[in-house]
């Protein structure tokens, strides 16, 4: 994909979702940061929707892009729903003293994108692995998910290992490409800046201080995993700046 061609999506093609105002909160917040997440779960996005509305505490993110690349919408970029979850613990030891309101505000100042995808993968090698509770016997060269499915999907390798992981499935390159067409719709919006932030793949002392930007939710918590730094992915952060 050339992504020196990506323009500001058509919010045409934007597909709204039938997501109740009290699951998130209807009130406008000034916007410093967008905040890249993947679903962990198969292909589609109502399993995502539902677990959502059946959660309290209204969390959310403004969009899913599911494996077409079509972007889907659960809120106005405008409003705010909780999609970090920084533990005051950890913010703590990374020295804010405004813990108890830094969660909050990292959620209020940012827009959250959610890739459809099954995340990490356990390749299987035929012995039994542990699941959370479940116990699966591991058929040799497959792939499993975090809830102990087998999935056939594209698969990214990591041989040094990402976030307790080797394996995950691949973003696609129409979601890559939706991703991008946000950003730079956003960028203009609320003049979000889109350089490329090479510390977005770890714990992120920028991301959680707020500073202006594009980032991960590895960014800001040590126990997650999305979004991994598939080449594809960073080659078209890396391009944005150059488009703006």
């Known amino acids: 994909m050339n992504w020196n061609t990506l323009k500001p999506i058509n919010v045409s093609t934007i597909k709204p979702v039938d997501f109740p105002e009290e699951k998130y909160f209807p009130i406008e917040y000034p916007k410093k940061q967008i905040v890249l997440h ?10 995502d929707v539902n677990t959502w509305l059946a959660m309290e505490g209204r969390i959310a993110t403004c969009i899913i892009i599911d ?21 005051s613990t950890f913010l703590k030891e990374q020295g804010f003293t405004d813990w108890s309101t830094r969660n909050i505000e990292l959620n209020k100042a940012s827009i959250a994108i959610e890739i459809d ?31 102990g499915n087998q999935v056939d999907c594209e698969v990214v390798h990591y ?38 932030n090479s510390d977005m793949w770890d714990i992120s002392h920028n991301a959680l201080s707020g500073k202006s930007g594009v980032y991960t939710h590895v960014s800001y918590r040590p126990d997650k995993s999305d979004c991994h730094p598939q080449t594809d992915l960073i080659e078209m952060l890396k391009t944005l700046k150059s488009l703006t």
């Open 38 to 47: 993947h679903t962990v779960s198969g292909k589609g996005i109502n399993g």
């Open 67 to 87: 494996s077409d690349g079509i972007a889907n919408q659960c809120l106005s970029s405008k409003y705010w729903a909780h999609h970090i979850g920084c533990k």
């Open 117 to 147: 995808n099954w995340g990490g993968l356990v390749l299987g090698d035929g012995t039994d692995k542990k699941f959370g509770d479940k116990t699966v016997t591991t058929i040799k060269g497959k792939y499993y998910a975090a809830y």
């Open 159 to 196: 041989p040094n290992g990402f976030r307790g992981y080797y394996y995950y499935e691949k973003y696609n390159e129409a979601q890559i490409k939706t991703v991008g067409e946000l950003l730079l719709l956003w960028h203009i919006k609320y003049n979000i800046p889109l350089d490329y």
